[in-house]
Structure formats: structure tokens, C-alpha cells
């Protein structure tokens, strides 16, 4: 069982900077792919970057590449979304994810969900 608790949303300008932060409880979250998810007003939830358990690997979506970076820090059980550059298309309720078997699995079916931050860009 793994939980999963975001924070650091908020109302950025646009072209400025946010860094989100999901705190895990729980014994698998070392050994499991983690990611970002959001949701726009309107919109379906997507999958924003991904990384896996080791940090080795990382994925995103094309409109973040360059932009946003997913790290963790196993040993404080935490996974970050550094968020450089925002645009007002990236407001919405971001959402942690954890997947435990792989970071392909967890990009299309995480097996846990944290309670959503929201991110809104002001023009």
C-alpha cells in the first residue's frame, strides 16, 4: 500500500517556475515507477512525465519537454515535478501516481493516486 500526498501548487505567473512535491508512506515506494498526472478544466486526465524506480529513466509528454523535470529522492520517500517556464495551458489539478510494476504500466494505470494539487497560470 502505498500513500500519496502532493503539495506546492498554487497561481503562478506565466513563464515563471512551480516545483510540486509527492510525499509516499508506504514500503514499495523505492521499487515503484512514479509520475504526474493532470487535469484540465474540461479535459481528461494525462499523464505528464513519468520516472522510474531507480530515477534512470524519465518520460513526458512533447508540451513539457524542455520545460519540466520529474525527479525523486528515494531516501525521502519523494518524487518532484520541477516546473520551469509555465504556460497557461499547464493549469489544472496535478495529480501523483505510483505504479508497481513497471513505468509503462503506471503511465496507463497507476495502482495509486494521490488527492491532486491544483497549478493555474495567470497570463
Known amino acids: 500500500q502505498v500513500q500519496l500526498v502532493e503539495s506546492g501548487g498554487g497561481l503562478v505567473q506565466d513563464g515563471g517556475s512551480l516545483r510540486l512535491s509527492c510525499a509516499a508512506s508506504g514500503r514499495t515506494f523505492s521499487s515503484s515507477a512514479m509520475g504526474w498526472f493532470r487535469q484540465a478544466p474540461g479535459k481528461e486526465r494525462e499523464i505528464v512525465a513519468g520516472?522510474?524506480?531507480?530515477?534512470?529513466?524519465?518520460t513526458y509528454i512533447d508540451s513539457v519537454k524542455g520545460r519540466f523535470t520529474i525527479f525523486r529522492d528515494n531516501a525521502k520517500s519523494t518524487v518532484y515535478l520541477q516546473m520551469n517556464r509555465v504556460k497557461p495551458e499547464d493549469t489544472g489539478v496535478y495529480y501523483c501516481?505510483?505504479?508497481?510494476?513497471?513505468?509503462?504500466?503506471?503511465?496507463?494505470?497507476?495502482?495509486?493516486w494521490g488527492q491532486g494539487t491544483q497549478v493555474t497560470v495567470s497570463s
Open positions: 501516481a505510483a505504479g508497481t510494476v513497471s513505468i509503462r504500466a503506471m503511465t496507463s494505470k497507476p495502482d495509486y
Open positions: 520516472i522510474n524506480w531507480s530515477g534512470s529513466i524519465t
